[in-house]
């Protein structure tokens, strides 16, 4: 499986961004989508996952209400879309899959829970 995450960009504090994650070889329907981003000198960390064969997604507490993602099952790709986006949004953001699929999404946190991850986009918000 190939990612390929594209969408990043530079915007102002309040602005919005759509983020895609495009898969392209063998998937499957009971796979997990999920994003991560990595600031600059930090970890990185958890976003959003999304649950192909139901559309179940689960968020990180610093983005619930503001990001959604979603799919779109004929064009194989995952959406972020990303809005009142803020400074401490800034990071390069990365796609990832799990092919196993997944129990609870709850548990879906860990870079270690996933097989493949994409390329990764960089959003950076102005103040």
């Known amino acids: 499986v190939q990612l390929q995450a594209s969408g990043g960009g530079l915007v102002q504090a309040g602005g919005s961004l759509r983020l895609s994650c495009a898969a392209s070889?063998?998937?499957?329907?009971?796979?997990?989508t999920g994003w991560f981003r990595q600031a600059p000198g930090k970890e990185r960390e958890f976003v959003a996952v999304l649950k192909w064969s139901d559309g179940s997604t689960y968020y990180s507490d610093s983005v619930k209400g503001r990001f959604t993602i979603s799919r779109d099952n004929a064009k194989n790709t995952v959406y972020l879309q990303m809005n009142s986006l803020k400074p401490e949004d800034t990071a390069v953001y990365y796609c990832?899959?799990?092919?196993?699929?997944?129990?609870?999404?709850?548990?879906?946190?860990?870079?270690?829970?996933?097989?493949?991850w994409g390329q990764g986009t960089l959003v950076t918000v102005s103040s």
């Open positions: 990832t899959d799990r092919e196993r699929g997944a129990f609870s999404l709850a548990n879906m946190k860990t870079e270690n829970m996933y097989d493949y």
């Open positions: 070889g063998r998937t499957f329907n009971w796979r997990v």
